[in-house]
């Protein structure tokens, strides 16, 4: 079976390298103009005039990002199965679109208020009570194109300053920590979820995830698999699906979801019996899901900017080295290394020293 | 760094598979016209109009096979490092040099006989006793070139049979089981070992790995990798070397080496810290090695001529599937399940329940 991977960064090289074991073989197709998946035929297309040639040559369609036009995405599903659907892509696309579903769902949001100018975001700012978040309503990405408000004053700067004529106003969430499930649902409906793991991020860029999440209670594991289940089956998904949450004292409160593999769970490449990718390849391919469960403790750390110490790194019989083969940039994702030990003690002293080599990563800060 | 692969088969997959994340790419030169590796660039060149072509793109070079003719890689050290050494291949393709070596270090061996005729094939089975097994001394490989001598008698037949110049006559070795240990030795000398495998033959096709080998004591661990550092260090050895032995009354006999990644090893995948694969690449390319300890305990069964019911196989929690994408065909290696366990019983009953998934797979016969 050959699969049709729309985007040709490092989340459809992971799939690629999960797919082979399993006979697949790969076409990328790159509307960005640098692909950088490494492996697999490549098909660039900035003008998007091959996609028919694309087609042509796959037998299924998924991809590695949210951001296709859902218009390009339901041409294709017309043409070829395509996993996950259009719609949840529609729907993570749009935030006002996704917190009425998760609304919808029973899945606690922050509250939220939709604002079109300077002066209505003004007035929820002051509805909500501040602080509160602004965003746009799409086209958001890892925390651009966001402002804080401290005071409903803001308003008028906070609009400018994002520049986008839709955004969705959020109340600030009081959470203890940020955490992800991400979940895989087959064509037949199965559904296995992975461990919940816990994420630190850093200037709006994931830093590290522990998996399993250290103190986490049996309830509110619960009503995260709840929560996610509820998704996968009302948008009838196959593949896998990530949904973001913050933990407050009340329970937890849903950030975003992601109809893809994630960062966050980059750790079950060795820390899970079946890794993220394999399990999002074998479910578009139709086959039976992969065990989720976790092999130890897991701690990813994401290699951010510049690539650091990697001889001494690899020196570490605890480390599992993943690069994206990308030049240094600030902030850019260039790989990240995956943590294992037999116990939370073991696991922060040996992240804490992995990290020693990397330049700039702020300090773990995940309470094990 | 681009590393040319010698051959294109189901190593030299798995090698690339492994390598990709180490910001690694692949180029294979396909001597076979059916390649097989179905990732990376792959140059097939029967006639061999195009080496020189390979050579200019790529920075290192190493093999996924020793029947590789020594001229040929000879030529290509002279233009580029080729890991593991010309030398280290020159042994392998002739039993009488690599007895010859094994001698030399003080690895045992079966005793044996050179013949160079019916006549002193005869002779050799009369002097060592039989049963005696005449091998092919150059290009035997999986049991093919072969004959076992139950009389001398039997020596015209025998030399017929065979039909080639120069034969290697060993002595009929009474042994417990068979095992291989496999190590990585660095650029810089630094040596890894794995723990060693007990293997399993069925028709001279391997069919199942078990890894840590059971009930193995400590002395005879360390004479085997006694054994297997002498020869890395006395070949100045650059990569993955496999040292096939027989477990006996008297301790370990060498039967013969492989100057690669071998298919007792595959358990390594996820059954090791870091795979034979990868342990190789860090090697051929300069990098420190990885940590070999294994993972709980592993058996690797391969899929033999038939694939079977993979969805089955798909279904177990702990089997992990990987395929060559390659046709069925009798006696043809299509791919293997490696299993996970966290004891001998348990592996033992998880290993006969998927092998009861693949057609024609003999019964489970390792003592655990």
Known sequence: MRIGVLGAGQLGRML?????PLA?????????????AGLGEVIVDRDGDYLDDFLTRVDRVTYEFEHLPVDVAEKIAALKPVHPCPRALQVCQNREAEKTLFGELGIPTPQWRIADSADSLRQAAEELGCPVVAKSNTEGYDGKGQAVLRAPSEAEAAWTGIGHPRLIVEKFVDF?????????????????????????????????????????????????????????????????????????????????????????????????????????????????????????????????????????????????????????????????????????????????????????????????
């Not at 790969?26 to 103009?33: E, H, I, K, Q, T």
């Open 176 to 368: 203890s920590r940020e955490v992800s499930i991400i979940a895989a649902r087959g064509e037949d409906g199965e559904v296995a979820y992975y461990p919940i793991a816990e994420n630190s991020h850093h200037e709006g860029i994931l830093r590290y995830s522990v998996a399993p999440a250290p103190k986490m209670a049996a309830d509110v594991d619960d009503q995260a698999k709840s929560y996610i289940r509820a998704l996968l089956n009302e948008l009838n998904y196959v593949g896998v699906l990530t949904l973001e949450l913050f933990q407050t004292a009340d329970g937890l409160v849903a950030n975003e979801m992601a109809p893809r593999v994630h960062n966050s769970g980059h750790w079950t490449i060795e820390g899970a019996m079946t890794s993220q990718f394999e399990n999002h390849i074998r479910a578009v391919s139709g086959h039976p899901l992969g065990n989720t469960d976790a092999r130890g403790y897991s701690c990813m750390i994401n290699i951010i900017g510049e690539h650091g110490d990697l001889d001494a790194i690899m020196r570490l019989p605890y480390a599992h080295l993943h690069l994206y083969n990308k030049a240094e940039r600030p902030g850019r994702k260039l790989g990240h290394v995956n943590i294992l030990a037999d116990s939370y003690d073991e696991l922060r002293w040996r992240v804490k020293n992995c990290a020693s080599f990397l330049p700039g990563c702020p300090e773990f800060d995940v309470d094990l």
């Open 16 to 20: 690629a390298l999960a797919g082979y």
């Open 24 to 36: 697949k073989s790969f076409v990328f197709y790159d509307l960005s103009g640098s692909p950088s």
